[in-house]
Each structure stands twice: as C-alpha cells, then as structure tokens.
C-alpha cells in the first residue's frame, strides 16, 4: 500500500516551453501532498507544499509563477515549470502525506528528471 | 528555524564492516525521525522511523538507529554491509507543519 506514481519519468524540453509534472496516490487519498526538487549530489529542497482544494504554498525563494501547482483531487497534483530554462533542470520528487495511522508520514515518488536545453 | 545535520559526507567501507551514520537535529519540541535511502537511480525508501516508545528503532535491511534526546541525535547502525548497501542516506525530522526537513544526505560505498 501507500503507493505514489509519478508522470513523466523524465522529459527533455526547449527552453522558454512549459512542461507538467504529474504525482499520483494510487492506493490512498493525499489531502496533502509536497514537491521536492533535488540536485545532483544533494538533499532534497521543498519547494511548495499542496493542499487538495486549495492554493499551495510555498517555501521562501520559490517563485510560484514559475512553479504551478494545482492538487485537483484526493489522488493527483500537478507541477507544472512553465517557462523552463536550463537552471530548471533538476529531479523533481513528489511525496503525499498518508492516511490514517500514517498521517505522520510521507510516501514518496520515482521522481521526474527533468532537462531544459 | 529546524534544521538537520549529517556529518559524514562520503563513507568508504568495505563488505562487513559495520555503519553508523550520524544523524543531529535542533527542534526543542516532539520529534518524528525518519531515516530513508535512495539506491542509484531509484526514489526514496523508506528505512526506518522513530515517533515515541522505545528509543532504539529497527528498520528493514538490518538497520537500527538509537535516539537519544539528549544529544539530538538518531544515529544508523548496520553491524554489518553489504554491497548492495552502497546508496545515498538521508535522515530527516517531520516539523510541526507535517513538512519534512532533510539533512543533506551521506553517500555509503561499500567496496566489494
């Protein structure tokens, strides 16, 4: 159980396009669920936090018109990098908060790597 | 502001050897203590977790970790490595806001 998917795996897009990123709990309901980006050799930075049904908030430094998110069901959120320039790139991890007994935990998803050229 | 810190970078050891990774963190109220591995080119898994009760956690592959308040602290343990041990670690402590905060991760290469 506790299974979070995400969408792509890894996309390589042109600079200045805008590219959607897709987080799924396959097994339960997130009414919360958070995105990480993480740079090669190093920890995991949140970025925004994404409440089912309202807007997402984010953390100090992180521009939310460049980062969209939308969290439109118990199941799915979006992150969407609009205008993407080469310092875009990075891997981008999706946790959702569980359920239940596990409200105090995070599951986790592959992660998208994503490249701007 | 929460913060976590692990002290070790990169560790170098070799098949048997025993681990430990050390793990601080400086938040004064209730923890939740997480500790997760990220093997080559895979996600986050998670190893083991503390939340109350006994101190000294047992997590899967053979991994423990012992908190002990008074030091801030929730160290890893593996008496003994394996190859396939060789990954990123991360230890981490759940804020009041349910968000995580990460240390910045120490690199296990385990040497055949």
């Known amino acids: 159980g506790a299974v979070v998917s995400q969408h792509p795996s890894w996309v390589i897009c042109k600079s200045g396009t805008s590219v959607k990123i897709e987080c799924r709990s396959l097994d339960f309901q997130a009414t919360t669920m958070f995105w990480y980006r993480q740079f090669p050799k190093q920890s995991l930075m949140l970025m925004a936090t994404?409440?089912?049904?309202?807007?997402?908030?984010?953390e100090q430094g992180v521009e939310k018109d460049k980062f969209l998110i939308n969290h439109a069901s118990l199941t799915l959120s979006t992150l969407t990098v609009t205008s993407a320039h080469p310092e875009d790139s990075s891997f981008y991890i999706c946790s959702a908060r569980g359920s239940g007994t596990s409200y105090n935990e995070q599951f986790f998803g592959p992660g998208t790597r994503l490249t701007v050229l | 502001a929460q913060s976590v810190s692990q002290h070790n970078h990169h560790v170098i050891l070799s098949e048997a050897a025993s681990l430990e990774l050390g793990c601080n963190y400086s938040y004064g109220g209730t923890v939740n203590l997480f500790w997760y591995v990220q093997y080559p080119g895979q996600h986050l898994q998670l190893l083991l977790k503390?939340?109350?009760?006994?101190?000294l956690v047992k997590g899967i592959k053979g991994f423990e970790a012992e908190f002990i308040k008074s030091k801030f602290s929730f160290n890893l343990r593996k008496p003994s490595v394996q190859w396939s041990d060789t990954a990123e670690y991360f230890c981490a402590v759940k804020r009041h806001d349910y968000k995580l905060s990460f240390g910045a991760g120490t690199t296990v290469t385990v040497r055949a």
């Open positions: 503390y939340f109350s009760g006994d101190p």
């Open positions: 994404s409440n089912e049904g309202s807007k997402a908030t984010y």
